[in-house]
């Protein structure tokens, strides 16, 4: 086995144990994957990869360091202690004025994923561009077998506990989102295989294999009735839509007139006219649109949880602990129920990081996406590139789990966070220059 392959491999493994564990994550996705992660990481770095590979990943790891310490500091620096007793936290001595945590457990889960995550997004930064193609690969193929057991859950009948699952998830949002992350990969893959078997003029190709893939995604996605995670599906095909047009323009044989160019966004839009028709007769819409009950549930939500913010306004109450706090600030609206998220990832980020330490952890990513645009690729590469396939199909993956984080908590589910680092790592390909007979021809 090739050394640098060795980096591909770890992420494929990673990945797929936190998706194994994720109906009720646990010790393994909050203590043994982080663990599995660093030495994968720290493996790399000594063994394994190529020496522009490791020196990316040094890059990486040294630019997302100072957000590990804070998130370190506050698990070392525990503010209260949960008494079964009383069902209260109660304080304990601290260094006061140290980002500290009301909540001990909570923040150590919290380190464990943002660790995991972070070496996920070292390791992917060291790949070279063939390991990563096969990396998009293997996920495409797993997001298939996800896919796949997600509508064998809802098409079959069966007893009612098979609803409790959404594939390997407990919840159908969480699903969705990890599939919306999983389906551009799976197009770039089937988009690449199909380009390379046609410039070696080979008989076939496994682009099949990958469509397949993304459509018993997709079809799952719809099938489990998840409202944002459908909206944002069908942004994502038509973001990739546009990377399909670019494309065909470049490398394929289809030359448009104007007046063709003029009549695609028209009969698009007619299509998607008779389609809203039909859904308006099995009345999707309302299963679509929030109802008015619902915005007020999430508005007293929200209202609390900026409760919590204002008073600890520079370093929150810690990562992880708004489960333990939140109890505490719930309006009477919300009372006799339970939350274990704001719904909200910006807001809920704020309530535990505070004004401050979510500054700092923004600028250890600012730091690593600037360093990650510097990078460059020793050897030429030959079109299609990786900046035009692999490095667009990852934004709108990405994009796709921020977009859901303002409704919901996607990046809570260990599963999703490191896909979504192993698709922040690849965004910023290093670049490369094209090879002599590709710049020539």
């Known amino acids: 086995m090739r050394r640098s392959l060795f980096p591909a491999i770890w992420i494929a493994g990673l990945i797929g144990a936190a998706v194994l564990d994720a109906g009720n994550p646990g010790a393994v996705s909050y203590r043994w994957i982080p663990i599995a992660a660093l030495a ?64 001990a457990p909570g923040a150590r889960r919290a380190f464990g994923a ?107 996605v719809a099938l489990t009735g998840a409202r944002a995670g459908l909206l944002l599906l069908i942004a994502s095909l038509i973001a990739w839509t546009w990377v399909e047009f670019r494309l065909e323009r470049a490398y394929g044989h289809w030359r448009p007139s104007r007046w063709r160019l003029g009549a695609l966004p028209l009969t698009a839009g ?81 309530s535990e990081l505070g004004a401050l330490g979510l500054i700092w952890i923004l600028a250890g990513l600012g730091v690593a996406v600037r360093l990650a645009v510097r990078d460059r690729a020793a050897a030429a590469e030959s079109p299609p590139l990786a900046r035009e396939i692999e490095a667009p199909a990852c934004a709108i993956a990405l994009a796709t789990a921020v977009l859901h984080g303002l409704v919901d908590f996607p990046f809570r589910a260990p599963a999703i966070a490191l896909l979504a680092a192993f698709c922040a790592s690849r965004i910023f390909a290093p670049q490369a220059r094209l090879s002599e007979g590709a710049a020539g021809g």
């Open 40 to 103: 994968g990481a720290v493996a790399t770095a000594v063994w394994a990869g190529s020496e522009q590979g490791r020196r990316r990943l040094e890059r990486a790891l040294w630019a997302l360091g100072p957000a590990l310490a804070l998130l370190a500091v506050y698990t070392m620096n525990p503010t209260h202690r949960f008494d079964p007793n009383y069902r209260a936290l109660l304080p304990i001595p601290h260094l006061r004025g140290l980002p500290g945590a009301a909540f």
């Open 270 to 350: 007619g299509a998607i006219v008779l389609t809203a028709a039909a859904a308006f007769g099995r009345g999707l819409p309302r299963r679509l649109v929030f109802a008015e009950e619902e915005w007020m549930f999430r508005w007293n939500v929200l209202r609390d949880t900026l409760a919590i913010w204002r008073d600890h306004p520079w370093w929150g109450t810690g990562p992880g602990t708004f489960s333990a706090v939140f109890p505490f600030y719930q309006s009477e609206a919300l009372i006799g129920k339970k939350f274990l998220h704001a719904h909200c990832e910006p807001l809920q980020w704020l």
């Open 114 to 220: 943002a660790l995991a995550a972070a070496a996920v997004f070292a390791l992917g930064r060291a790949l070279e561009r063939r390991d990563a193609r096969r990396t998009v690969c293997g996920l495409a193929i797993l997001g298939g077998i996800v896919g796949l057991a997600a509508l064998h859950q809802r098409l079959l009948q069966r007893a009612f506990p098979v609803f409790e699952f959404t594939g390997p998830f407990v919840s159908r949002n969480h699903f969705a989102a990890f599939a919306n992350l999983l389906i551009p990969l799976a197009l770039a893959a089937g988009r690449r295989a199909q380009l390379e078997a046609d410039r070696a003029a080979a008989p076939s190709s496994p682009a099949p294999l990958y469509y397949l893939a993304a459509a018993l995604l997709g079809a799952a």
